[in-house]
T-cell receptor
Framework: AQTVTQSQPEMSVQEAETVTLSCTYD???????LFWYKQPPSRQMILVIRQEAYKQQNATENRFSVNFQKAAKSFSLKISDSQLGDTAMYFCAFMTRNAGGTSYGKLTFGQGTILTVHP | EPEVTQTPSHQVTQMGQEVILRCVPI?????FYWYRQILGQKVEFLVSFYNNEISEKSEIFDDQFSVERPDGSNFTLKIRSTKLEDSAMYFC???????????FGQGTRLTVV
């Protein structure tokens, strides 16, 4: 079974600064996806960024980037030039890619990190 | 852009009552899931559904829960006799199958009183 751990229950950052959210995971699989989701107060789940485990290059989406360390099973999210609208709960999630297996596409989430961006 | 639609957005029900949460997944998707999030806590997997049957279910998904896709479009989660601890946000997710991009519905907030 997969586990995902986010060790920072809360983080805060000043507007325009950079913040890094941590995530570690445990799995015996070699082929999987990792995601960061943003959940604002509306509680909608918004995909921020995703990383395919077989790709060595770290994913980037505008101000959001990841540091994926496969051997260490670490997947951190860096938010650059933080904006007030980035204030939300952030979840790290693991998805199995075991095609044909019963767990295909199942997401396992971490506990979440509440990020507050201060003006 | 295609989207997953969930209804209702908010439901209040008396303890012991049955509730049905509805989801319309994206039409050509093959894999469907329900997740639950108790307020302030992490998102938990409930059940996955493929080829008109349950492919995996969690320990949370006991005999009080059932899922079905009766007409090939709507995907429903039924809770037969709700408990106070069933109060949560319930998310429906669908995946095409060719890639593993998960499309979330906007969620149904269930409040059991």
């Amino acid at each position: 079974a997969q586990t995902v751990t986010q060790s920072q229950p809360e983080m805060s950052v000043q507007e325009a600064e950079t913040v890094t959210l941590s995530c570690t995971y445990d799995t015996s699989e070699s082929n999987y996806y990792l995601f960061w989701y943003k959940q604002p107060p509306s509680r909608q789940m918004i995909l921020v960024i995703r990383q395919e485990a077989y790709k060595q290059q770290n994913a980037t989406e505008n101000r959001f980037s990841v540091n994926f360390q496969k051997a260490a099973k670490s997947f951190s999210l860096k938010i650059s030039d933080s904006q007030l609208g980035d204030t939300a709960m952030y979840f790290c999630a693991f998805m199995t890619r075991n095609a044909g297996g019963t767990s295909y596409g199942k997401l396992t989430f971490g506990q979440g990190t509440i990020l507050t961006v201060h003006p | 852009e295609p989207e997953v639609t969930q209804t209702p957005s908010h439901q209040v029900t008396q303890m012991g009552q049955e509730v049905i949460l509805r989801c319309v997944p994206i039409s050509n998707h093959l894999y469907f899931y329900w997740y639950r999030q108790i307020l302030g806590q992490k998102v938990e997997f409930l059940v996955s559904f493929y080829n008109n049957e349950i492919s995996e279910k969690s320990e949370i998904f006991d005999d009080q829960f059932s899922v079905e896709r009766p007409d090939g479009s709507n995907f429903t989660l039924k809770i037969r006799s709700t408990k106070l601890e069933d109060s949560a946000m319930y998310f429906c997710v669908s995946i095409a199958g060719k890639n593993t991009e998960a499309f979330f519905g906007q969620g149904t907030r269930l409040t059991v009183v």
